[in-house]
């Protein structure tokens, strides 16, 4: 991209946005457009800690589950197939051996295993009323701090009750 090569401070990246009166040039931040999908997972659940929600409570609890399926199949690559869920990952882990690189995170099983079971009701495959699930702000908060401290305690073992 030419935007890599250029001096930020002297250029802007802008888009033409849509709107109800017809269409207008405003700016576009190039960086978070371009992003893979578990950095915006991330970037949106760090933003909520930090900031709280920009985006709706819905689009933030629909971050999590996304962002721990992909942190698992990068950390253990080959691990997983790739139409596992986290449900189906926590069942693999559950049934690993000693000697499996899974069984490294039996320690992370059962906080990994609450927040699956919370994020799971605000997925149309685990329910079909989920666009319209109640999500509580502190609940979510805490279950986006337990989400960011997991994935990045998934190989310290010490972080279970440090």
Known sequence: LVWNSSDKSNVKTLCIARTSQGNVIS????????????????????????????????????????????????RFPGQF??????????????????Q??????KPSLQELSDINEYSKQFHHDQNPDADSHPINDIELKTYVERTLNVISCVYKLRCQGE
């Open 81 to 98: 197939k790739t139409n596992d869920w986290l449900g189906d990952m926590l069942s693999n882990i559950r049934k690993s051996e000693e």
């Open 27 to 74: 700016e576009w931040d190039i960086e978070r457009a371009t992003q893979d999908e578990y950095y915006k997972n991330y970037f949106t659940l760090k933003e909520y800690l930090d900031k709280g929600s920009s985006n709706g409570l819905l689009d933030v609890v629909r971050c999590i589950r996304p962002l721990i399926e992909k942190n698992l199949r990068m």
């Open 100 to 105: 499996d690189p899974l069984s490294r995170l």
